[in-house]
């Protein structure tokens, strides 16, 4: 079980609405009037077979990729000419299917980092002992958070896969964000590790009021956490709802199954 722990002052929920993205690279078209709203402490997963645009519409959302028309939305604000960093001022952060962690630090030295990081911290071996004492206690309040407090001192190297998985929610945590891009969390975990992380998805919009959007292809992980489903299939949206409504369709099983249930 892991502890409840309310967000030290979180961000508030933030809100993401793309409208009319299109997105071509060399001529072919990756995505295709792509029109998705994701309220505040909503958590909505994005389902679709390979190739259906899915990364590529967090790529697009993160502002690592420019649409080629349609615009993104953060609360309300156009945010589709925003660089990568000021999104993440804005409160947006995002995992990847590969997790990047400081291999040789323990978990709680990479979690204290990225605490400090928010804090203003420069990685200085000489700073003042409050800022050090309060990156200290977020970390372990973090750890405490995604279920890692017996494996602090461990070197973050020596996790296991899922482990890196729950760790790398604490390194984004650290900095409050308050819309969270998960790009397939459940990837590559064995069937011991799936619940606990999605105990920790679980938590984000109950206990810290974050909105998420995540990929994901474990669709019983999708229809215990999503409050919605959005299926994309060749770079377009193909029905979006409730989980139960929107996997009972039929066109939604052929383009992700092959053929009807």
């Known amino acids: 079980m892991f502890a409840a722990i309310q967000a030290e002052q979180p961000a508030p929920g933030l809100s993401l609405q793309t409208e009319n993205l299109g997105l071509q690279m060399g001529g072919v078209r990756i995505l295709d009037d792509v029109s998705l709203s994701v309220g ?23 502002g690592l990729v420019r649409p080629s028309r349609g615009r ?7 945010a589709t000419g925003w660089s990568p960093h000021r999104r993440v001022r804005a409160g947006l952060a995002r995992t990847f299917q ?31 002992a409050g800022s050090v004492g309060e990156a200290s206690e977020g970390a372990d309040r973090l750890l405490q ?17 899922g482990e890196k998985r729950q760790l790398e929610l604490a390194l984004v945590l650290a900095g409050r964000p308050g819309l969270l891009l ?19 998805i679980r938590s984000l919009p109950k206990d810290w009021g974050a ?40 066109r939604v099983q052929v383009a992700y199954l092959g053929e009807p249930l």
Do not use: C, Y
């Open 182 to 200: 998960l790009d397939e969390p459940m990837a590559g975990l064995n069937a011991g590790e799936v619940p606990r992380l999605a105990e920790v």
């Open 72 to 78: 993104v939305l953060l609360d309300g604000l156009d």
């Open 145 to 161: 958070l995604v279920g890692l407090s017996d494996r602090a001192k461990a070197p973050a190297g020596h996790l296991s896969h």
């Open 98 to 128: 590969t997790s990047s962690l400081f291999a040789t630090l323990t978990v709680r030295e990479n979690v204290r980092l990225a605490v400090e990081a928010r804090l203003g911290g420069t990685f200085r071996m000489w700073r003042p």
């Open 40 to 62: 505040r402490g909503e958590l909505v997963a994005l389902i679709g077979p390979n190739g259906a645009g899915k990364t590529s519409l967090l790529n697009v959302v993160t």
């Open 211 to 250: 909105t998420v959007l995540m990929v994901e292809h474990h669709l019983p992980v999708v229809m215990d956490l999503a409050h919605r489903v959005a299926v994309m299939h060749h770079g377009t949206l193909l029905a979006i709802g409730q989980p139960e409504q929107v996997i009972a369709e039929e």
